[in-house]
């Protein structure tokens, strides 16, 4: 299913978003607004704990400040594009259109429990309009960078899903099928979308902080995982901040040879350079770091690059998670035999290195990364 919205032009004005103050600054505009410093905290919670849509709806504010907060700010810089549903309605996919029309990419996913987690719904979000790395295997590392995404705009990704994720939880609720004290909303975040988000830095930790906020979203920090192709010196960096979110390294070859031939960022950051930041940062935070293997037939899904991948790891407190390719039109690689990805994961676990072979989501919906945006460039 295909949704194309035809939403009013809310960037008719050059009023930034209120989205980008994080609580302290909230704060202090709201005093030179010469309002008392109490009232940024009922702002705050209207827009994370009721999901305001704009500032008319904020009704536990004066009408005054409601008032003065429209003339100056608008609530997001973000409206939807497209909205894509799978078949199986478990994934959602929207494009989101950004105040200089710039598109980005955000996924919600839907889980069932199983005999190990209970049900999730997990957002992946963008941090960036396009990607400079130029991955060979990624949709959006084909389409090149356009810039950075404020804090606000990452932020503003997560709560349209959580209207959502909400919207479908009330439904079920009137239903009969879910209790109100069953009210789930997201629960978890992952940093896998458009963008490096180590190479936006300070505004992809200001989101963070804004997603883990009690009086925010709330998302726990072990729910909160960011991703990256390895960066080793904010790796380090990451290490040194009091979140204990989790980390997620695009790994994707056990050789340099391999790894450069679809990860250019390889030849500035070589395998041994970027193990080593790796286990640093495992040595400070005590934290297992998830590597991203994307499985690419004939290309790294070897079983002999599956030992040299079992040797590399052997030893260090981590997971592998296993991603058979999502193809894109313009990339050379194809997804591996069901078997491969099996023998993979076999010859893994013999060095003791533990590893999941992800499940598949939005496949027919174009749910990798870029793929929407690249569709609708194209036209």
């Not at 960037?11 to 989205?19: E, K, N, Q, T």
């Not at 590392?141 to 606000?152: I, M, P």
């Not at 990451?238 to 790894?259: I, K, P």
């Not at 005590?286 to 690419?296: A, D, N, P, S, T």
């Amino acid at each position: 299913m295909t949704t194309f919205a035809n939403s009013p032009d809310r960037f008719a004005s050059d009023r930034p978003s209120i989205l980008d103050f994080g609580k302290e600054d909230l704060e202090k505009l709201v005093v030179e607004l010469g309002e008392p410093a109490y009232r940024a905290r009922q702002v705050w919670k209207s827009l994370y704990g009721s999901l305001a849509p704009s500032f008319a709806d904020m009704t536990t504010l004066a009408k005054s400040l409601r008032g003065k907060l429209e003339q100056a700010y608008t609530v997001s810089d973000i409206e939807t594009a497209v909205h894509d549903r799978s078949r199986d309605a478990s994934t959602d996919k929207l494009l989101f259109r950004l105040r200089d029309g710039e598109l980005i990419e955000t996924v919600l996913m839907r889980y069932a429990a199983d005999d190990h987690r209970k049900s999730r719904k997990t957002v992946c979000v963008s941090t960036q309009a396009g990607c400079a790395l130029g991955c060979t295997f990624c949709a959006t590392g084909q389409q090149g960078f356009r810039r950075q995404l404020s804090s606000g705009e990452i932020v503003a990704q997560v709560i349209e899903m959580e209207r959502l994720a909400r919207a479908e939880d009330d439904a079920e609720i009137a239903a009969g099928r879910r209790t109100r004290g069953e009210r789930q909303g997201v629960t978890n975040v992952v940093f896998m979308g458009m963008g490096e988000p180590l190479a936006n830095y300070d505004n992809t930790l200001a989101a963070v902080r804004v997603l883990n906020d009690e009086q925010g979203l709330h998302i726990g920090a072990r729910h909160i995982t960011i991703s990256t192709v390895g960066l080793p010196r904010q790796i380090e960096r990451l290490a040194g901040e009091d979140l204990q979110v989790n980390l997620a390294v695009s790994l994707h070859a056990a050789d340099d040879r391999t790894r450069a031939e679809t990860m250019p960022i390889n030849r500035r950051h070589p395998i041994g350079e970027l193990l080593e930041a790796c286990r640093a940062y495992v040595d400070r935070t005590k934290r297992r770091i998830f590597f991203e293997y994307v499985l690419l037939r004939d290309q790294n899904d070897s079983t002999a690059q599956a030992a040299k991948l079992g040797r590399l790891l052997q030893g260090m407190l981590c997971h592998v998670n296993l991603i058979p390719v999502n193809p894109t039109g313009a990339g050379p690689y194809a997804r591996p035999q069901r078997e491969t990805s099996a023998a993979f994961q076999e010859t893994l676990a013999r060095h003791g290195v533990p590893s999941t072979v992800r499940t598949e989501k939005g496949i027919d919906i174009n749910a990798g990364c870029g793929q929407l945006r690249a569709r609708a460039l194209i036209g």
